[in-house]
């Protein structure tokens, strides 16, 4: 039988539901979500098999118009990215109206004249089927598609219809990973990302761009394993933040990591949390560089 395998990108503004797409898709979370932008910081690859073929799909943080040089080094990213894909998929909330931010993102799509361009409508499970229809209709207008396609993540509807229908626009090719692979994310990078996301989750007014984790060391001791994660920010205010009243706030963040970075262990953790300051990183070429990106 004769399989398809290629390369999938989603672009969108930032909070129109990449990440949870990507995650539903592959059946389990790789990428972390939430509800601010610069959630995703790098390239993620996730991997979907079936017996037609496999979508791998590289989640991207999202286009914006850059205001530090952190910014700017992401946007770079996209369009790297963006520039070897097979398929973009352009991803338009349901619950949403277009906007500024899409249509500079729909002008952007012309310099990839390489891939294939499909519109999602995502969040349906937010509006009625009418509304539904009605978006479908008027994202149709935008541009012309390959394809336009509607999906909820959190609902799972649509999602093995997405799959079917992404499938037969790659091209021919065997399976370019094992049929039992997920993801190609190192568990040393997963860990701090599970650590940054627990912080969004919980402080995610007071910090989302500031904030960088990085893993500092990983022990393993029979049983049990020694993590430490430090959190990185950029000024004295924000450190006190994290840490919280006599450490409330840290303590809460590692209770939320920990099962998580156990599931992807397999072993209980001791979970070390470190809060330093390295000023105005997102600005600093040589911090940037130390941080990976």
């Known amino acids: 039988m004769t399989t398809r395998s290629g390369f999938l990108s989603f672009v ?38 079936r017996e037609a073929g496999q979508l791998i799909i590289v989640d991207t943080p999202g286009l914006h118009r850059p205001r ?5 080094r992401l946007n770079a990213l996209v369009e790297t990215t963006l520039g070897d894909v097979d398929v973009i998929g352009m991803c338009l909330p349901a619950d949403e109206p277009i906007g500024k931010g899409d249509r500079f993102i729909l002008e952007q ?3 990839y004249p390489r891939a294939k361009v499909v519109a999602i409508v995502t969040k349906t499970d937010r509006v009625s089927s009418t509304q539904v229809l009605n978006k479908l209709a008027e ?9 336009v396609i509607p999906v909820s993540a959190e609902r799972r509807d649509g999602v093995d ?24 994310e190192s568990i040393e990078s997963r860990i701090p990302e599970i650590v940054r996301e627990s912080v969004l989750e919980e402080l995610s007014d007071e910090l989302p761009h500031s904030l960088a984790a990085t893993l500092t060391d990983i022990v393993r001791e029979g049983n049990r394993t020694k993590v430490f994660v430090s959190l990185i920010v950029e000024r004295d205010s924000q450190k006190g933040i994290i840490i919280g009243k006599r450490g409330s706030m840290l303590r809460l963040i590692g209770e939320r990591s920990r099962p998580a970075i156990e599931k992807l262990l397999g072993t209980s953790i001791y979970l070390d949390l470190h809060v330093t300051i390295a000023k105005e990183w997102q600005r600093d070429p040589k911090a940037l560089g130390k941080l990976g990106f």
Not at 139 to 147: A, F, Q, S
Not at 161 to 184: C, G, K, R, T
């Open 161 to 184: 219809e997405f799959i079917a229908a992404l499938i037969p626009l790659m091209q021919e090719s065997p399976l370019l990973y094992p049929d039992d692979a997920v993801s190609d």
């Open 12 to 49: 969108g503004r930032p909070n129109v539901g990449k990440s949870t797409l990507m995650n539903a898709l592959i059946g389990e979370k790789v990428a972390i979500t939430s509800s601010k932008p610069q959630t995703t910081r790098k390239t993620i690859r996730g991997i979907v098999t």
């Open 68 to 72: 530090t040089l952190l910014g700017e």
């Open 139 to 147: 994202v149709g207008e935008l541009r012309e598609w390959t394809l």
């Open 109 to 111: 799509l012309a310099r």
